[in-house]
């Protein structure tokens, strides 16, 4: 597979990642085994980036992607998260960016992953009670420890990023892109190239409502999240239905599925743009990093933003309350 810089520090990855959080949490009932099988097949398939969080379970999915890696450690970019609390029964305590916090949940992961030191370290949400430059000056504190190798935000708003990237560089910014949610093309992809930070964008297949798996709200999995996301209520499910819809017709005319002509999109929209799909089971691994062997011409592409222009998906990303702790 490629690979492909991001940010200026020297951090390399494979073009397509490798997004771990179903596989513990969220998407449907977990399978460990199948899960493990995944990550081993997609090193061997090139991809390198592993993205994982301490939330995701939580904690279980650090300490399964850690028992996946356990040989082949240096074969991995391993990216983890911090600061989105929960306890260990899964309660919801807040976002978290204390200097202390974040050295603890620094050192929690290294022990849950089985790992000496973490590739890419995120913030996963920005602490509004807590000035970025104690954050990520205590993340800094973590690099000179040797604890970590690279720095990350998600869901930061331009402004939060150029003084992140003015405490200490910042390498990755993760944030929602894909041809349902294209709202980064507005501020903060442009910010982030200005500064030279790469961008990884997770959900790149719309949750999956690209893949073509959805037609109606009812073939959610029990106990899915998704069905509590807005875009996922019944009338904007039928208005996405007929954008995914779109977008399967045109994979149709060229010969690939709908999740690689998503994810070829993402791909030719920059050599600083890295997706991470999301998947627990093999053929789905298989399906998408077949992705980044395809080459959209100009014309595909033109066909792909007329048919899933910028605001045309119903609905918000996440439900109210979550969507006050994204951008800021």
Same mark, same amino acid.
């Not at 807040?94 to 973490?118: F, K, Q």
């Not at 050599?271 to 077949?290: A, F, H, M, S």
């Given at each position: +597979?490629?690979?492909? %810089? ?16 179903? +596989? !513990? ?29 301490? +939330? ?82 205590? +993340? ?50 442009? %910010? ?65 599925? !709908? ?52 605001? %045309? ?16």
């Amino acid at each position: +597979m490629d690979t492909r %810089a991001i940010g200026k520090q020297g951090l390399v990855v494979s073009a397509i990642g490798l997004g771990c959080m179903g +596989m !513990s949490e969220f998407y449907g009932p977990a399978d460990e085994g199948e899960s493990i099988a995944t990550i081993h097949r997609a090193l061997d398939l090139g991809v390198t980036l592993l993205d994982t969080a301490d +939330m995701y379970g939580p904690f279980t999915n650090e300490r399964l992607v850690g028992r996946a890696i356990r040989e082949n450690r240096a074969g991995v970019v391993l990216a983890t998260k911090f600061g989105n609390e929960r306890r260990a029964d899964g309660t919801w305590v807040g976002v978290n960016g204390r200097p202390d916090y974040v050295r603890a949940a620094c050192d929690a992961s290294l022990s849950r992953l089985g790992v000496d030191v973490i590739d890419l370290y995120y913030q996963h949400r920005v602490d509004p009670c807590v000035p970025i430059e104690d954050t990520v000056g205590a +993340m800094a504190e973590l690099v000179h420890l040797g604890k970590v190798r690279f720095l990350g935000l998600s869901e930061a708003a331009p402004a939060t990023i150029r003084r992140a990237h003015a405490t200490y560089p910042i390498s990755a910014l993760q944030t929602e892109y894909s041809l349902w949610t294209r709202d980064v093309e507005d501020e903060i992809l442009p %910010a982030v190239r200005e500064l030279g930070i790469g961008f990884v964008a997770y959900s790149p297949l719309g949750r999956g409502f690209l893949t073509g798996r959805f037609r109606t709200p009812a073939d959610l999995p029990a106990g899915d999240f998704r069905s509590a996301s807005p875009r996922f209520e019944p009338e904007n499910f039928a208005k996405n239905r007929e954008l995914a819809a779109r977008v399967e017709e045109i994979a149709s005319r060229y010969g690939v599925t !709908s999740a690689q002509l998503a994810l070829a999109w993402l791909l030719a929209r920059g050599d600083d743009v890295v997706p991470i799909p999301g998947t627990k089971r093999l053929k789905y691994l298989e399906e998408n990093v077949g992705a980044a062997a395809i080459r959209l011409a100009p014309k595909v592409l033109a066909e792909l933003n007329e048919a899933a222009p910028k605001g %045309a998906t119903a609905g918000a990303r996440y439900p109210e309350g979550a969507m006050r702790a994204v951008n800021r």
